[in-house]
């Protein structure tokens, strides 16, 4: 091989790593370990809730206060999660390429159920996200938020929202589905970095479980709490 020939290959193998299985796993993974670190962040500032609208608010306030730089932020996370959503479905797809023929019995030896449903998981969450951000930040779907909106008041449009049945049904459903994508998620992370081995699969896995529960009592909390007279506007 000579050196124009190595140098080609030196040239395009940046430009084509993306295509890889490898490549798209280790782009998965680090968006994956980006929203769990914003899922966690995200729920810690909503508790505030329990503090009353003061402190909530002063939250909402602060994050305001960022002004341009927070509509940067929230087009970035827009973007990885497209990218995370974008290269699950392709390695799902190519996976089922791999193997045309299903297994007459198909047996899943280390899997959960959180990681066979992980696909449609993502994509539960991904309707989701459009919709919280048409309901609690557009205002698309609910213009009557519109004044306590523009008063920065999310406490209160925390207990109108959540006062409805409907919506806060949405939610916790969303939450399970949410719980159920980062209980594998965390293990995936970990294995996409190569930090696990057999000793550390039972651990990494409780602690995927054990992550997913307090994720999915932080978020039901909050609407549980508004439908239980628990949280209130007076």
């Given at each position: 091989?000579?050196?124009?020939?190595?140098s080609t290959m030196c040239h395009?193998?940046?430009?084509?790593?993306?295509?890889?299985?490898?490549?798209?796993?280790?782009?998965?993974?680090?968006?994956g370990f980006i929203f769990i670190g914003f899922v966690t962040g995200h729920m810690i500032g909503n508790l505030q809730v329990f503090l009353g609208a003061e402190k909530l608010n002063a939250y909402a306030h602060t994050l305001q206060s960022?002004?341009?730089?927070?509509?940067?932020?929230?087009?970035?996370?827009?973007?990885?999660?497209?990218?995370?959503?974008?290269?699950?479905?392709?390695?799902y797809f190519q996976n089922r390429a791999s193997r045309p023929v299903k297994?007459?019995?198909?047996?899943?030896?280390?899997?959960?159920?959180?990681?066979?449903?992980m696909i449609?998981?993502?994509l539960a969450m991904f309707s989701f996200v459009v919709y919280h951000l048409m309901h609690f930040t557009l205002i698309i779907t609910n213009p009557e938020y519109a004044v306590l909106k523009e008063n920065l008041d999310v406490y209160s449009m925390m207990i109108v929202g959540?006062?409805?049945?409907?919506?806060?049904?949405?939610?916790?459903v969303a939450m399970?589905?949410?719980?159920?994508?980062?209980?594998h998620a965390v293990f995936s992370v970990f294995q996409t970095f190569g930090l696990t081995n057999a000793k550390w699969?039972?651990?990494?896995?409780?602690?995927?479980?054990?992550?997913a529960l307090i994720i999915l009592a932080g978020y039901l909390s909050m609407p549980v709490g508004v439908l239980l007279n628990i949280i209130t506007l007076h």
């Open positions: 091989m000579d050196t124009m020939q190595v395009h193998r940046p430009v084509t790593a993306y295509k890889t299985s490898i490549g798209m796993k280790l782009l998965m993974g680090i968006t960022l002004g341009a730089l927070l509509w940067v932020i929230r087009l970035s996370l827009l973007t990885f999660f497209a990218v995370h959503i974008f290269f699950a479905i392709k390695l297994y007459v019995k198909e047996v899943n030896v280390e899997s959960t159920f959180s990681s066979r449903i449609w998981s993502g959540f006062s409805n049945y409907w919506i806060s049904a949405v939610y916790m399970i589905f949410l719980a159920l994508h980062v209980n699969i039972p651990l990494l896995r409780r602690i995927g479980n054990i992550y």
